[in-house]
């Protein structure tokens, strides 16, 4: 059982030893990124070659194609974001520690989150030139929209990662039961995106962006509090 | 004894989905506007009322196991056999929903799928649980009963918020037939009665098997418990 350390200061002082640990081995070997970045460069050349889309279909199209490059391209980083732990037993040495699973959790959101804002960016403007992208409704949200449906996708892999890491081919399970869980967060974040582009004006209320709030903050929570659940199955 | 039980049990519930057959083929009279192929919903409807229900039955089962699996392991044990037997048979009706349901939108719609919210939501709580089987193949040992009844909560609350959004979407699913507004409900009686029968025949198939998959997966847990303890009184 893990003993919850009731000192907020402290719990944040954990995420951020966490933090400070995954960042600084992405650093010195920039591993995860990078092959996650070619991955999607590849999945967007890849549609790009396979459906040769015209300006209007590309508006239609784009959202669907960078949230599909970015999952695809998520699950070799979430898989490694575990695998690392695994190394020397370093994950076991981590169950016995007294410290809340859920700070690690939310540490390692934390940091897979911002790997994949950095392939977004890089990514983002090389994909606005091979579908020849001239937004028409209000670019600005995408700057919402993005990144909501980023954590959707991060937070929900990194718990399903952590799940999977004792099982038999954890690589090939992970998208097994990532998929079905995150296609709602998929469907808000590709129509939200298509709305945006299209300009069509077909969500004046923004309901897919209040939905993808609002599965953010359920999957989050109940990702923290079951973690320690996931961590500790035996 | 229990033998005798057995026996008329698996007689009755074959007796009744004689008799749920006859009704919606040939009791119940010809729908008139689409014809023959209405009668596919005496199937497809009961069929996705059990469904929900096996799949709630897993859901509630899984709850029992997470909040007993350290205090009390008899019961989070027969938790766990409940969960797993529900999905499975959930799985299975299921299926047929989503057999039953293009067989009679092809004639009736001219297509077989769309992205609706009944559809969608069906298929996705299907994908849902093909994965929670497949997590229980893939995961080894007691930790796997525990990962699998985390991700039935993550499923049971994905299911609404796909609804939700679906309903958000677009919808060409007929309206429900029961409880959806004035013009709802069964007006024939025959009808009404086929699909009575039927909603009664599969539940209980559908309860039957359940029982029986349940009592096989008692009955490993036996096993292998015997398993370990021997393999512990061996070393």
């Not at chain 2, 009844?149 to 677009?170: E, S």
Request: include cysteine.
């Amino acid at each position: 059982m893990s003993i919850h350390v009731t000192h907020r200061e402290s719990w944040l002082a954990l995420v951020w030893t966490h933090l400070q640990k995954d960042l600084r081995i992405e650093w010195r070997s920039w591993q995860a990124v990078t092959s996650m970045l070619f991955y999607a460069l590849l999945v967007v050349v890849l549609f790009s070659i396979a459906f040769d889309p015209t300006l209007e279909v590309s508006r239609q199209i784009a959202g669907g194609v960078l949230c599909v490059a970015t999952m695809f391209a998520s699950v070799s980083l979430l898989n490694q974001a575990w695998a690392r732990e695994t190394r020397h037993q370093v994950i076991d040495a981590l169950r016995m520690t007294p410290a809340d699973g859920a700070a690690l959790f939310f540490a390692k959101v934390l940091t897979n989150f911002f790997f994949v804002c950095i392939v977004q960016v890089v990514l983002g403007p090389v994909f606005f030139i091979f579908y020849n992208l001239h937004p028409l409704g209000d670019t600005w949200l995408l700057a919402i929209v993005i990144p909501l449906g980023t954590w959707a996708l991060v937070a929900n892999g990194t718990f399903f990662a952590a799940m999977s890491l004792r099982c038999k081919s954890r690589d090939l399970l992970l998208p097994l039961i990532l998929f079905p869980i995150f296609l709602p967060a998929l469907l808000a974040m590709v129509l939200s995106v298509k709305t945006i582009l299209t300009g069509d004006g077909s969500d004046p209320h923004l309901l897919w962006i209040k939905m993808l709030a609002g599965y953010d903050i359920i999957f989050m929570t109940v990702s923290l509090l079951l973690f320690d659940t996931v961590l500790q199955a035996e | 004894m229990k033998k005798l039980l057995v026996s008329v049990s698996v007689l009755v519930t074959v007796a009744l989905m004689i008799w749920g057959y006859y009704q919606a083929m040939y009791a119940a009279p010809m729908e008139a506007t689409m014809g023959d192929v209405q009668r596919i919903f005496y199937y497809h409807v009961p069929n996705a009322m059990l469904a929900f229900l096996f799949f709630a039955i897993s859901f509630l089962a899984s709850l029992v196991y997470l909040a007993t699996r350290r205090s009390n392991a008899p019961v989070a044990q027969a938790a766990d056999a409940w969960a797993l037997a529900g999905a499975e048979v959930g799985v299975i009706f299921c299926t047929v929903v989503l057999t039953t349901g293009p067989l009679w939108g092809r004639p009736v719609w001219g297509i077989w799928w769309t992205w609706d919210a009944r559809l969608t939501t069906t298929l996705v709580l299907w994908l849902i649980y093909v994965s929670y089987l497949l997590l229980r193949k893939f995961a080894a040992g007691p930790q796997m009963q525990t990962l699998a009844a985390v991700l039935a909560v993550f499923g049971a609350l994905d299911v609404p918020i796909v609804y939700m959004a679906n309903r958000w979407w677009r919808t060409q699913h007929p309206a429900p037939v029961f409880g959806g507004g004035d013009d709802s409900g069964i007006k024939d009686p025959h009808m009404l009665a086929a699909f009575g029968w039927n909603v009664l025949s599969w539940a209980v198939w559908g309860l039957l098997i359940l029982v029986f998959r349940v009592y096989v997966e008692r009955r490993q847990q036996k096993i292998e418990n015997a398993r370990a303890a021997a393999a512990l009184a061996a070393e």
